[in-house]
T-cell receptor, first 114, second 114 residues
Framework: AQSVTQLGSHVSVSEGALVLLRCNYS??????LFWYVQYPNQGLQLLLK??????LVKGINGFEAEFKKSETSFHLTKPSAHMSDAAEYFC????????????FGTGTSLTVIP | DAGITQSPRHKVTETGTPVTLRCHQT?????MYWYRQDPGHGLRLIHY???????DKGEVSDGYSVSRSKTEDFLLTLESATSSQTSVYFC?????????????FGPGTRLTVT
């Protein structure tokens, strides 16, 4: 069965600093991995995804993530935080054996300090 | 943005009353999902559908039923609402292909059971 662990339910960074949000997954088959962002009172928006191919994937708003099979990780990074990055971030895992089911982490709330 | 609407967007109801939430899509996607979002739990799958009249249970299906009589509509019913079902409910859709495996989310329905 798949599962996702997001280390740190709350992360604070200064504006202009590196953003690093951690995600580790458990999957018995090659995973598909996703990061979503949720702004207050809104639905989830896809930031980026890894299904096959290049392990370093780039997404919207300057975010990127690297799939590391040996570490079962898919950490989200952004070189320089902006105030507009303040939101809740969710990591999710799926694969073709799960009937398109996604398994979400419990989320990380990112605060950006001016 | 994917064409997904949810209705109602907000609802307050009393314990023991039936409630139906509607998800409508204009993307003709095969898969549709209902999640609930609660603090500290992330998103948890309630039920999902992989085609018209084809549905299956998710992680937290007790107390909920679903129906999908048309590709575009997926209904979630709480037969007898309880206070533990107070939550924010999200619908999501996916076409499930490797090229576009991600799920797209609706804006959510905030349900309060008093």
């Amino acid at each position: 069965a798949q599962s996702v662990t997001q280390l740190g339910s709350h992360v604070s960074v200064s504006e202009g600093a590196l953003v690093l949000l951690r995600c580790n997954y458990s999957s018995s088959v090659p995973p598909y991995l996703f990061w979503y962002v949720q702004y207050p009172n809104q639905g989830l928006q896809l930031l980026l995804k890894y299904t096959t191919g290049a392990t370093l994937v780039k997404g919207i708003n300057g975010f990127e993530a690297e799939f590391k099979k040996s570490e079962t990780s898919f950490h989200l990074t952004k070189p320089s935080a902006h105030m507009s990055d303040a939101a809740e971030y969710f990591c999710a895992v799926s694969d073709q054996s799960t009937g398109n089911q996604f398994y979400f982490g419990t989320g990380t709330s990112l605060t950006v300090i001016p | 943005d994917a064409g997904i609407t949810q209705s109602p967007r907000h609802k307050v109801t009393e314990t023991g009353t039936p409630v139906t939430l509607r998800c409508h899509q204009t993307e003709n996607h095969r898969y549709m999902y209902w999640y609930r979002q609660d603090p500290g739990h992330g998103l948890r799958l309630i039920h999902y559908s992989y085609g018209v009249k084809d549905t299956d249970k998710g992680e937290v299906s007790d107390g909920y039923s679903v129906s999908r009589s048309k590709t575009e509509d997926f209904l979630l019913t709480l037969e007898s609402a309880t206070s533990s079902q107070t939550s924010v409910y999200f619908c999501a859709i996916s076409d499930g292909t490797i090229i576009s495996y991600e799920q797209y989310f609706g804006p959510g329905t905030r349900l309060t059971v008093t």
